[in-house]
């Protein structure tokens, strides 16, 4: 992409890769369904949230660019959108300062959400500092060691499933329960969807910068095949929350039905491109299917 000046602030704006935040909102918004349907929504707390997922999304961003392009991993027949130090738009050292100054905004924002709801956690906030650090430390370790052998799907289903949702669940409500565990499942497997199809994408590239992910170590079919699970499975764990009387059954056909239409269209275009950069276009076609699941979900949930 021309005409961007090294270390400006649309250089800054690429880096951050914005359409990735989606992952980031949707299981604060499922969360704050939740303490919305018992009643006990905590608005700024749910904003702080948001903000502090967004600001390690971006920082898991940076650190990504920044790693990546140290090993080598960038190269030019690289498939996805560009990246700002591949490119030259970022300085490795002044990604580095982004790096840290991310990442100490992020925890500040953490902290004056914890502050807000510190006198009626059980823990004395002891518990949530104690998983903020887990979302730092794995900000690292993802990029650098654990995606290059295969764990990216559990990590995603742990940092954008079961600790996002719970975690603001119990920041606005200071307790758990099994629908929240449920929900947190969800979101996290609902979200995998967007891993794997870039995974499935840049297989090959992968399997020459020995990057073990799935795909690589089970094949192109194996990835085509679980994309489609993983949004299959999303769509029928919401049963159990009709179940629960969670959602309704109106709520659960409108999220859950929708969602899965949507999601077997594109599939079905994935499996018809299978290779090249034609699949950025499945990447955002899934980015709308996830926000649209994760807000109907949430409406269902709420009403």
């Given at each position: 992409m021309s005409g961007v000046k090294r270390n400006s602030l649309k250089a800054w704006w690429l880096a951050a890769r914005p359409k990735t935040l989606t992952g980031a909102l949707i299981p604060?918004?499922?969360?704050?369904?939740?303490?919305?349907?018992?009643?006990?929504?905590?608005?700024?707390?749910?904003?702080?949230?948001?903000?502090?997922?967004?600001?390690?999304?971006?920082?898991?961003?940076?650190?990504?660019?920044?790693?990546?392009?140290?090993?080598?991993?960038?190269?030019?027949?690289r498939l996805g959108p560009e990246r700002a130090c591949a490119q030259g738009w970022v300085s490795l050292k002044a990604m580095k300062i982004g790096i840290t100054v991310t990442l100490v905004i992020s925890c500040?924002?953490?902290?004056?959400?914890?502050?807000?709801?510190?006198?009626?956690?059980?823990?004395?906030?002891?518990?949530i500092i104690a998983i903020g650090a887990l979302c730092v430390v794995f900000c690292f370790l993802y990029t650098t060691y654990l995606s290059y052998l295969g764990w990216g799907d559990l990590l995603v289903l742990v940092f954008f499933g079961i600790i996002p949702v719970c975690g603001t669940y119990y920041l606005q409500v200071h307790d758990l329960s099994l629908a929240v565990l449920l929900v947190s499942v969800i979101s996290g497997v609902v979200i995998d969807t967007l891993l794997m199809v870039n995974n499935y994408r840049d297989r090959e590239q992968d399997t020459i910068s020995g990057k073990m992910t799935l795909v690589v170590r089970f094949g192109e079919p194996f990835g085509r095949y679980a994309y489609l699970l993983l949004g299959v499975v999303s769509a029928l764990l919401t049963i159990f929350l009709l179940i629960d009387g969670t959602v309704s059954i109106y709520g659960f056909i409108v999220s859950a039905g929708v969602y899965l239409t949507l999601h077997y269209h594109t599939w079905k275009k994935m499996c018809e491109i299978r290779c090249g950069k034609k699949l950025n276009s499945i990447l955002g076609e899934n980015s709308r299917n996830m926000l649209l699941f994760g807000i109907l979900l949430s409406l269902a949930i709420v009403c």
């Open positions: 604060v918004m499922l969360g704050t369904a939740l303490a919305f349907h018992e009643g006990q929504p905590h608005w700024l707390t749910a904003f702080l949230c948001g903000l502090f997922a967004c600001g390690m999304q971006i920082a898991a961003n940076f650190i990504n660019d920044w790693y990546d392009f140290k090993k080598g991993t960038d190269r030019e027949d500040l924002i953490g902290l004056t959400a914890l502050f807000l709801e510190v006198n009626e956690l059980k823990y004395q906030g002891w518990e």
